[in-house]
């Protein structure tokens, strides 16, 4: 069955829900272009995680740099997304998070919380990032941890705070999404939370084409 590729009905009741898209990297163990916007089984791995997103969240915003919107958004045609481009490219994904949630920051004030999800994580499950949603109310965040690793982009963030803690560890020459992360009141989802409302495959990333030729068979029904 095709995923939703309309936008959650907005409860005007509850806050916006944003989406982030992280997609500035420089996929250089993919080889010579940008996995992104590479094929899987049929359909680019952002638009599958756009169209994984866009039934979860009330607006759509991809943070890349400038020279991938042409491909990007030709990738997402049809979708109403936003392009948040890094003023400063290669900073790593914090410095792509913190452009991210400027953004929304800005340009979409009622917005309260955002799921920040890497563009290659094309197995991403709806229904754990709505999980993240419910879990991050009234704290700064929920991030889930698997084989003790925290997974900062898959996580569900507070728009203001996560911004400024992304702005705070850089100015610190601090690169690490996770340690922006443990300036936030957070809430981790450990590994039974994860297996009780995720697919198992929910945090799979894809860094090579061998990553592609991996997780294709998962995507198989959707092939055009
Ligand atoms: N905005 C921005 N996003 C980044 C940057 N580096 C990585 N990312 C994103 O962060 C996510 C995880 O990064 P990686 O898996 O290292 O991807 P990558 O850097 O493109 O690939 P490699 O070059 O092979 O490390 C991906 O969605 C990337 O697009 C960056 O410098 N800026
Ligand atoms: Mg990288």
Request: charged residues 30%; hydrophobic residues 45%; negative net charge.
């Amino acid at each position: 069955m095709p995923w939703n590729t309309f936008m959650r009905a907005h409860d005007e009741r509850s806050p916006m829900r944003a989406g982030v898209i992280v997609a500035g990297g420089r996929s250089m163990r993919f080889g010579d272009r940008d996995k992104v916007t590479a094929d899987l089984a049929g359909v680019s791995m952002i638009r599958r995680v756009a169209d994984r997103l866009v039934g979860v969240v009330d607006t759509l915003v991809v943070n890349c740099r400038a020279d991938q919107i042409e491909a990007i958004s030709t990738a997402l045609a049809g979708l109403d997304a936003r392009y948040a481009t890094d003023a400063d490219p290669d900073r790593g994904p914090a410095a792509g998070i913190r452009t991210g949630l400027d953004f929304v920051r800005a340009e979409q004030p009622t917005v309260e919380y955002a799921a920040v999800v890497a563009a290659d994580m094309p197995l991403v499950d709806p229904r754990f990032v709505s999980h993240l949603f419910d879990r991050a109310a009234g704290h700064d965040a929920a991030v889930p941890r698997s084989d003790d690793r925290l997974q900062p982009l898959q996580a569900v963030y507070r728009v203001d705070a996560m911004a400024d803690a992304c702005a705070a560890a850089l100015s610190r020459d601090e690169h690490r999404v996770t340690a922006a992360v443990a300036d936030l009141d957070r809430v981790v989802i450990e590994e039974q939370e994860l297996r009780e409302h995720a697919d198992a495959a929910t945090l799979t990333n894809v860094n090579t084409r061998a990553g592609i030729t991996a997780i294709a068979d998962r995507f198989s029904d959707q092939a055009e």
